[in-house]
């Protein structure tokens, strides 16, 4: 691997779901580098279960998860019982109801290396596909794509070239995350690999593009610089919220490309999952506290796991840790939850497996 005051509207949901919030234990600065880590936060959430598997499958690496807003059915990647689709005739999408019962399956030979994955308001399915880390492709329609979906498999739109690897506006370099605006803008992260483009794009609701920002760099929050683009999704304000995970950091833009905040409260982004109540889940897949497994050490004083708090104020009010914090890359690299976050989801690259996490 590379290395909330909250509103009216969303108060009684939040408070009916979570009881009393606890007191933040962040600095107030949440634009500060070196601010003090939020670990130390209570979690109300139970034991991780694993969810079912069609035809008694054995899950893969499952990066993706996601639920559209207000809905509480959910949509998962599983990427063919290994850590790519290559060869396999699987599907890879996986549907669920609220109560986590499998309903609903598809995507075969579609995908490589399905990555990140949204699901728009009116239930279409859209998916990343940055190439396989060997660099092979399946044939078909697979690599270096987006593809949209409609709940039942049938392909609606496509945007980028397949098996091309560019920096055009009809191609990506590493596509790893799409997000869907209120009006049909499409918004890509593209940008996780060594090496890559690391922008943002955005294409109209037919997939023209329309503009992209940002490159690769280290600098400062605001100078339009990341390092391994992994999530974005956006909050009912409309502000995209950027997961750029190698530096630690969330950024947040506006719609148009412009720079809003920067916030390190909730560690190293690995995804966002942002509801209808603007309740945020982020889920922090490879902070670690010392070197372990020939692995670098990365994000020391942090702990892996879930953090969960408000994208109006930027509060972190709750943290599920991860069960194994001291291995390699663990815990979940997609996040999503719905019933207002009584129920989360994690999908967990590394330990290959797909969970839920349940109140208390």
């Known amino acids: 691997m590379r290395r909330a005051r909250i509103g009216r509207r969303a108060f009684p949901l939040v408070m009916a779901t979570f009881g009393a919030w606890a007191a933040p234990t962040a600095a107030q600065n949440y634009s500060d580098l070196n601010m003090r880590p939020t670990n130390d936060l209570p979690s109300p959430y139970s034991a991780r279960q694993v969810m079912p598997l069609p035809n008694a499958r054995t899950w893969g690496s499952t990066a993706g998860v996601d639920a559209a807003k207000g809905r509480d059915d959910i949509w998962a990647i599983d990427r063919c019982g290994s850590n790519t ?8 999408l996986l549907h669920y109801d609220a109560n986590g019962n499998l309903i609903g399956q598809m995507g075969a030979d579609l995908f490589a290396f399905p990555h990140g994955i949204h699901v728009d308001q009116e239930g279409n399915v859209w998916v990343t596909d940055p190439l396989p880390p060997d660099g092979r492709g399946a044939g078909g329609n697979v690599g270096q794509q987006v593809t949209k979906l409609s709940p039942t498999g049938t392909i609606l739109l496509q945007l980028g070239t ?27 992260a593209d940008g996780h690999a060594e090496g890559t483009r690391e922008r943002i794009m955005k294409f109209d609701r037919n997939g023209t593009f329309i503009m992209q920002w940002g ?23 409309g502000r995209l919220f950027i997961g750029d995970r190698d530096n630690n950091r969330i950024q947040i833009y506006d719609q148009n490309g412009n720079y809003l905040d920067c916030w390190y409260q909730f560690s190293r982004p690995s995804g966002i999952y942002i509801d209808a109540d603007d309740n945020i889940f982020v889920t922090d897949s490879e902070s670690r506290d010392g070197a372990d497994n020939g692995m670098d050490l990365a994000h020391a004083g942090w702990q892996r796991g879930i953090r969960i708090g408000s994208a109006r104020d930027g509060s972190v009010r709750y943290f599920i840790p991860d069960p194994d914090p001291q291995g390699g890359s663990s815990t979940s690299e ?12 994690g999908a967990e ?6 969970v839920r996490y349940n109140r208390r």
């Open 85 to 92: 689709c290559v060869g396999s005739h699987a599907n890879p």
């Open 162 to 188: 397949r098996m091309v690897t560019g920096t055009g506006p009809n191609q990506f370099s590493s596509p790893s995350d799409v997000v869907v605006g209120r009006n049909g803008d499409i918004f890509v």
């Open 215 to 237: 490159g690769p760099g280290n600098g400062p929050c605001g100078a339009g610089e990341f390092s391994s683009l992994h999530a974005i999704d956006i909050d009912s304000q």
């Open 334 to 345: 997609g996040v999503a939850a719905i019933r207002g976050g009584a129920v989360v989801y």
């Open 349 to 354: 690259v590394g330990p290959r497996s797909f």
